[in-house]
């Protein structure tokens, strides 16, 4: 069955469990991830996915911390609030040694683990609560396979490098790997105090503590890319620094505070998981896709989760813009789905990209990066205003609506197209990347070259936006072109994707122009761009919410009633936050707020049920909702996943139907609607431009009212009816 898997689909996520087997607990910072268990060990089990991570490699495969020779007994296990820390409590179990009886809950054990700057910091504390003195042992042990994260994903590899001698001091052990592509790979791990006993695998120390008496063992694991001889920073000023950068970077974003405390437990953890997924990247604050499987950089999950945010953080989209545009295709590169104009979809650093084992080092294979990110670009521009550096990119977004008009639509029919060009690529290049995504409505696959819904509206709204863009610049014959181009394929979109019996826009046209009539969730997306027709549009938002497209918990990627229907699946009736959020943002932009509200109440409920209130990639799309058991996990989801973590942000966004003119220093709500739980929703550090305000929306009977609290400049707040 592996050998069918992989054959079908080389880059499937193979799981032999379900991540409801053993709840892992998960820190980033930069290009460093971690995966631990509920201990804040490394264990081979569940999904394999645990470890410590750097650049594409686990640095470290096995972490098993004993007390006694036994596992500790856990008393509690959780990742902060900011996500920053991971705490733990434990205690000692029964323990018989050398005749002497412990009993268990005699020593309390807190660990305190972080991820600063490539290294990560364990911290042990123990405290002797029992009567009488006493003597216990605490040992480690630890190994480093540096597995490439596609070999942990289950890509078998024919060759590996060379494990090299360990180097083994007093107090510090260092394991290293020479890969294939000549680079070296090292795990530092260093202990104090200085253990009794340290060797290749293990270290040992022996606690001898007094009624009452406290004492702490500290280890650092430092992920390095060559042996090196950097000295350290200690557990307290790593602390320090990290909390201070936190708090620095949390201070630019726009907060929201609800008076319903659930609501808020949801929106906090959003915040912290946006946060983590751009903490200490050496791209700036280009969010990375998703821990385990995709810490890294993304276009389109940064572009959306850019748009995401962008009322609450447009400094994030300028980060995403300007990264991407240097990154952007300059020439024909086969094996890399490279063209000229193209955005990029994914960039890794491993050792199999790096020998081209897999194509993803620099890979240019998705459809709709390159229309995505011109519409980020117009976005961006109109929340900001920020003319010199739309100047910048000016030539990069008219590269990218080149490669739109040629590359991307050989045939000339103004549709944008895909067809893999290398045999180690993605098959299909939408965001349901899947091998199975695209299909007709018997259930066989696609011919392309395909011509996704979704992408038709994408490109739609990229024209508009670069319309904008070129008045705005001085071009008004260019934006006269993109307007009408954009209003021709509008036209002709109606014309050949829309499909009367299935209340819809098919999924997709093959490379013959023959419809795909399946009724998925990609023809929300036409919602969001405006590529839809009002009639059209009523239309389909009654689709999108009946009951076998909407499971009580969001819209199902696909209905229920089409042949590839699985609740269970990647793309084919899963449940996917950033999927609804951009239909709840398009049902709004058709004054369709009641049902917006559901979606948003929807996502809500399903993060109420979810460990730590935050809702991972994906989850399953069971037909019935029950508000006992809730959702269904997905095995091999990321969690936390950038643009599950941006949703809230679009839905609420959507649902109060902000806008920003910062030329006039207007905030304005068009005809803003909250859920019934929810009284009043606080915005603080809400940026107009250069300025910035904090704001109160509360309800007064069936209106909603601002109150501004605190301005910063001259900000003007209206409520639109």
Excluded at 245 to 265: H, M, P, Q, V, Y
Excluded at 508 to 528: E, I, M, T
Excluded at 529 to 545: C, D, M, Q, V, Y
Excluded at 706 to 717: F, L, S, T, Y
Aim: with cysteine; aromatic share 10%.
């Amino acid at each position: 069955m592996e050998d069918v898997i992989q054959i079908k689909d080389q880059f499937y996520v193979l799981a032999t469990s379900s991540l409801a087997d053993d709840r892992t607990r998960v820190l980033k910072w930069g290009e460093t991830f971690a995966v631990f268990n509920r201990l804040g060990d490394v264990e081979s089990i569940g999904l394999g996915e645990q470890g410590l991570y750097h650049r594409g490699t686990r640095h470290l495969s096995r972490l098993a911390l004993r007390m006694g020779d036994k596992v500790p007994q856990l008393l509690r296990s959780t990742v902060q609030n900011d996500n920053a820390f991971l705490t733990l409590d434990m205690m000692n179990p029964d323990v018989y040694r050398d005749g002497v009886f412990l009993p268990r809950g005699s020593v309390h054990l807190f660990r305190s683990k972080f991820l600063w700057q490539d290294v990560c910091y364990d911290k042990l504390r123990l405290a002797n609560f029992h009567s009488y003195p006493i003597k216990t042992s605490i040992s480690l042990e630890f190994a480093a396979d540096y597995a490439d994260i596609f070999q942990v994903r289950g890509t078998k590899r024919e060759f590996t490098g060379e494990m090299l001698p360990p180097i083994v001091e007093e107090d510090r052990v260092v394991l290293s790997y020479r890969g294939r592509d000549g680079k070296l790979r090292c795990t530092r791990l260093e202990f104090s105090p200085v253990p009794e006993r340290i060797s290749q695998h293990s270290v040992g120390f022996v606690v001898s503590l007094n009624p009452k008496e406290e004492t702490a063992i500290s280890i650092t694991t430092s992920c390095e890319q060559q042996t090196s001889n950097r000295s350290i920073i200690d557990f307290g000023v790593a602390m320090e620094e990290a909390l201070s950068r936190l708090e620095r970077d949390r201070r630019k974003f726009c907060g929201i505070t609800t008076s319903d405390f659930r609501f808020n437990a949801w929106l906090s953890r959003s915040e912290a998981d946006v946060h983590m997924m751009i903490s200490g990247n050496p791209e700036g604050a280009y969010p990375y896709g998703g821990v385990p499987w995709f810490n890294t950089v993304f276009g389109r999950d940064g572009i959306l989760t850019a748009m995401e945010c962008l009322w609450a953080a447009p400094w994030i989209a300028k980060c995403v813009l300007k990264f991407l545009a240097e990154n952007q295709a300059t020439s024909i590169v086969p094996e890399e789905e490279a063209e000229p104009g193209k955005i990029l979809h994914e960039m890794r650093h491993g050792e199999m990209a790096n020998l081209k084992e897999v194509p993803f080092g620099r890979y240019y294979g998705s459809v709709d990066s390159t229309p995505l990110f011109v519409m980020l670009a117009g976005a961006y521009f109109d929340y900001s205003k920020d003319v010199e550096f739309i100047k910048e990119i000016w030539p990069n977004v008219l590269a990218a609506l080149d490669w739109m008009d040629t590359y991307g639509d050989l045939d000339k029919d103004c549709y944008v197209e895909y067809q893999a060009k290398s045999k180690k690529g993605l098959s299909q290049q939408g965001w349901k990347d899947s091998h199975d995504s695209v299909f007709y409505r018997d259930g066989v696959l696609a011919a392309p070259p395909i011509a996704l819904c979704e992408v038709q509206a994408y490109v739609f709204g990229a024209k508009k936006a670069a319309a904008r863009i070129a008045a705005h610049l001085g071009f008004p014959e260019r934006a006269e072109v993109l307007n009408r181009m954009a209003d021709r394929l509008q036209e002709q979109f109606e014309r050949d994707f829309w499909d009367d019996e299935l209340n819809s826009y098919v999924l997709a046209l093959d490379g013959k122009k023959n419809p795909c009539r399946v009724r998925s969730s990609n023809a929300g997306h036409c919602l969001w761009t405006g590529i839809a027709s009002p009639e059209h549009a009523a239309r389909l938002a009654t689709t999108l919410l009946q009951e076998d497209n909407f499971c009580g918990w969001g819209i199902r990627t696909l209905a229920s009633g089409e042949v590839r229907y699985n609740p269970m699946s990647y793309h084919n009736g899963s449940v996917w936050p950033h999927d609804n959020a951009i239909i709840a943002s398009g049902l709004a932009r058709y004054g369709y707020k009641d049902e917006a509200l559901r979606v948003l109440g929807a996502l809500f409920e399903a993060s109420t049920f979810m460990e730590f209130n935050r809702l991972p990639e994906l989850f399953c799309g069971f037909h019935k909702r029950s508000d006992v058991e809730g959702p269904t996990l997905y095995p091999v989801a990321c969690s936390p996943q950038a643009w599950a973590a941006a949703s809230p942000y679009l839905l609420f966004g959507a649902c109060l139907g902000i806008t920003v003119n910062p030329a006039e220093h207007v905030v304005e709500f068009a005809s803003p609607r909250l859920p019934q739980s929810i009284s009043y929703v606080d915005l603080t550090n809400l940026k107009v431009g250069d300025h910035a305000v904090d704001l109160r929306l509360r309800r007064d009977g069936d209106e909603i009212c601002a109150e501004v609290i605190r301005g910063h400049g001259d900000v003007k707040v209206r409520v639109r009816p």
